[in-house]
């Protein structure tokens, strides 16, 4: 069993910046992929970026290429979400999520473990 806390959401003008940060329980952490996922009001859950288990892959949306960074520090049980350049289409409530096979991807489905969800709410 794995649980996941999200933290790192809050409000921020376009063009801004937030780091989320996903901790989580358990001893095998290292062996997992993780992913980002986030749902805006009224709108299905979707994929943001996924890594891999060592943190040597990494897969993103195409509509935050180039924006956010996802990345790992297995020492310290953590995911992160490097979110820059934040568009008020960014609003949303962000989810991290963990897969035991290690093999990043961008499916929802493929996920055994989410957290609770922060808020992102980006203002124009």
């Known amino acids: 069993q794995v649980q996941l806390v999200e933290s790192g959401g809050g409000l921020v003008q376009a063009g801004g910046s937030l780091r989320l940060s996903c901790a989580a329980s358990g001893r095998t952490f290292s062996t997992y992929a993780m992913g980002w996922f986030r749902q805006a009001p009224g709108k299905e859950r979707e994929f943001v970026a996924t890594i891999n288990w060592s943190g040597y892959n990494t897969y993103y949306a195409d509509s935050v290429k180039g924006r956010f960074t996802i990345s790992r520090d297995n020492a310290k049980n953590t995911v992160y979400l490097l979110m820059n350049s934040l568009e008020p289409e960014d609003t949303a409530v962000y989810f991290c999520?963990?897969?035991?096979?290690?093999?990043?991807?961008?499916?929802?489905?493929?996920?055994?473990?989410w957290g609770q969800g922060t808020q992102v709410t980006v203002s124009s």
């Open positions: 999520a963990a897969r035991p096979d290690g093999y990043r991807s961008s499916g929802p489905q493929t996920y055994d473990y």
